[in-house]
């Protein structure tokens, strides 16, 4: 058998300034620091950090008066960002950028007094911290949508006054479908200048659709819940190929690999690159597999500033 990577898997930038910011805090005010939700959806990551000292909470009630807390890179709503305050506590923002960007967009739109359109996941953390940037006393509300149909759903007071955003590690072709669809139905809708997409996910929904061009196997490294990894295990089977997301080595079912001839390997945009070569590791060890060239990870040429405080003298 032989091993193809894709070049452009594992960490983007706002995982890592979102890990880092983690660290830093902790080596700044010791334990405990306290994490609102996972600070990226995976498994081992998060494991990792709480050996260091962090206290993961889904409700800030759970956090004590005055301690310290980091919002998790998916955002959060500013219901969350008041109760916070009331309880003065030390805040560190970890919300990647490019999803504080559709905050800016949605906030933007709740001002102008307009409906505004969410394309997502109902219940995902990104999804509820976006749609709780909405104010609605300005008169405007907001909605979720996560399919074509529900598009045809949708009751919408003012169509001249209505504008989109999307959640940000979502398919592409999902997602332009569902676009289409909202312009189709609403020919006056507002959307973003450039697509909410990522770059990161784009990229690394890009690489493997190639990888499934080349493999009869694909297994995307990542948590389930995790949207990106989800997503590039949906494309790659979307491309004919069986594909399995696994969080690491010990969850590789070995069935999978019987008649298999190129096996490829991803990882989704939370899962750290020793994932990967621990996978290929086994592999090479156990079935004598070839790796085909030595692909490293693509430089992306993206990076994100910590907070002030956080940031090297």
């Given at each position: 058998?032989?091993?193809?990577?894709?070049?452009t898997?594992?960490?983007?930038?706002?995982?890592d300034?979102?890990i880092?910011?983690?660290?830093k805090?902790?080596?700044?005010?010791?334990?405990?620091?306290?994490?609102?939700?996972?600070?990226?959806?995976?498994?081992?990551?998060?494991?990792?950090?709480?050996?260091?000292?962090?206290?993961?909470?889904?409700?800030?009630?759970?956090?004590?008066?005055?301690?310290?807390?980091i919002?998790?890179?998916?955002?959060v709503?500013?219901?969350?960002?008041?109760?916070?305050?009331?309880?003065?506590?030390?805040?560190?923002?970890?919300?990647?950028?490019?999803v504080s960007?559709?905050?800016?967009?949605?906030?933007?739109?709740?001002k102008?007094?307009y409906?505004c359109?969410?394309?997502g996941h109902q219940n995902?953390?990104?999804?509820?911290?976006?749609?709780g940037q909405?104010?609605?006393?300005?008169?405007?509300?907001?909605?979720?949508?996560?399919?074509v149909?529900?598009?045809?759903?949708?009751?919408?007071?003012?169509?001249?006054?209505?504008?989109?955003v999307?959640?940000?590690?979502?398919?592409?072709?999902?997602t332009?479908?569902i676009?289409?669809?909202?312009?189709?139905?609403?020919?006056?809708?507002?959307?973003p200048k450039?697509?909410?997409?990522?770059?990161?996910?784009?990229?690394?929904?890009d690489?493997?659709?190639?990888?499934a061009?080349?493999?009869?196997?694909?297994?995307?490294?990542?948590?389930?819940?995790?949207?990106?990894?989800?997503?590039?295990?949906?494309?790659?089977?979307?491309g004919?190929?069986d594909?399995y997301?696994?969080d690491?080595?010990e969850?590789?079912?070995?069935?999978w690999?019987?008649?298999?001839?190129?096996i490829g390997?991803?990882?989704?945009?939370?899962?750290?690159?020793h994932l990967?070569?621990?996978?290929?590791?086994?592999?090479?060890?156990?079935?004598?597999?070839?790796?085909?060239g030595?692909?490293?990870?693509?430089?992306e040429?993206?990076?994100?500033?910590?907070?002030?405080?956080?940031?090297?003298?």
């Open positions: 058998m032989q091993i193809r990577l894709a070049n898997r594992g960490f983007c930038a706002g995982v300034r979102a880092e910011i983690v660290r805090v902790l080596e700044q005010k010791g334990s405990p620091v306290y994490v609102k939700h996972e600070v990226v959806h995976n498994k081992t990551v998060v494991n990792e950090l709480k050996s260091l000292g962090a206290i993961f909470v889904e409700e800030i009630e759970e956090v004590p008066t005055g301690e310290t807390v919002y998790s890179a998916h955002g709503s500013k219901v969350v960002q008041k109760d916070s305050k009331e309880k003065h506590l030390e805040i560190y923002d970890a919300t990647c950028p490019l960007k559709v905050h800016a967009e949605v906030i933007k739109y709740s102008l007094g409906e359109i969410l394309i995902h953390p990104e999804v509820e911290g976006t749609m909405f104010d609605d006393s300005f008169g405007g509300s907001i909605h979720l949508v996560e399919s149909e529900d598009v045809s759903e949708l009751e919408i007071a003012n169509p001249m006054n209505l504008a989109y999307t959640q940000t590690t979502l398919s592409i072709d999902d332009q479908a676009m289409d669809s909202l312009k189709t139905r609403f020919p006056e809708i507002h959307g450039t697509n909410d997409i990522c770059y990161a996910t784009q990229n690394r929904q690489s493997v659709k190639q990888l061009l080349e493999c009869d196997l694909v297994l995307v490294i990542g948590s389930v819940n995790s949207s990106n990894s989800n997503r590039l295990r949906e494309i790659a089977e979307r004919g190929v594909s997301l696994i690491s080595m969850d590789l079912d070995h069935k690999l019987a008649g298999r001839s190129v390997i991803t990882s989704g945009a939370s899962a750290p690159e990967v070569r621990e996978l290929v590791a086994l592999l090479q060890d156990k079935y004598n597999c070839s790796l085909y030595e692909e490293e990870r693509v430089d040429g993206i990076s994100f500033r910590l907070p002030k405080g956080l940031r090297g003298r």
